[in-house]
């Protein structure tokens, strides 16, 4: 389900809300993220000064995507950038990926 963040408070609400419909503990999502229990709070409450690298990590090891509805000229642009820079499309270097999630049966409820 697509759900329109507009604040820092939508989109910690929005993690919180995963984070429990999952079963996953704070602590656990943190240790599997490789973020601190208070890091994950912080996100958690909305803190708008969070440091967004981080914050990707979160969002991938819930499995949460993050996607930006950009105008398809500002599209091509971003491709072109992304060419010039040889990053492609997806960097491979960024947050936790699928495999590092906790798996269902070993998550428990906070």
């Known amino acids: 389900m697509r759900v329109p963040i507009q604040s820092t408070v939508d989109l910690g609400l929005a993690?919180?809300?995963?984070?429990?419909?999952?079963?996953?503990?704070?602590?656990?999502?943190?240790?599997?993220?490789?973020?601190?229990?208070q890091f994950t709070q912080d996100v958690e409450h909305g803190k708008p000064t969070v440091q967004f690298g981080r914050v990707l990590k979160l969002l991938a090891e819930l499995g949460i995507p993050l996607e930006l509805n950009i105008p398809d000229e500002a599209a091509r642009a971003l491709?072109?950038?992304?060419?010039?820079?040889?990053?492609?499309?997806?960097?491979?270097?960024?947050p936790a990926s699928a495999d590092t999630k906790v798996p269902p049966a070993s998550k428990s409820r906070t």
Not at 15 to 37: M, N, Q
Not at 79 to 92: N, P, V
């Open 15 to 37: 993690v919180r809300a995963v984070r429990r419909h999952s079963r996953v503990r704070i602590d656990d999502l943190a240790a599997t993220a490789g973020v601190s229990k």
């Open 79 to 94: 491709a072109t950038l992304r060419t010039e820079k040889g990053a492609g499309a997806i960097d491979s270097s960024g």
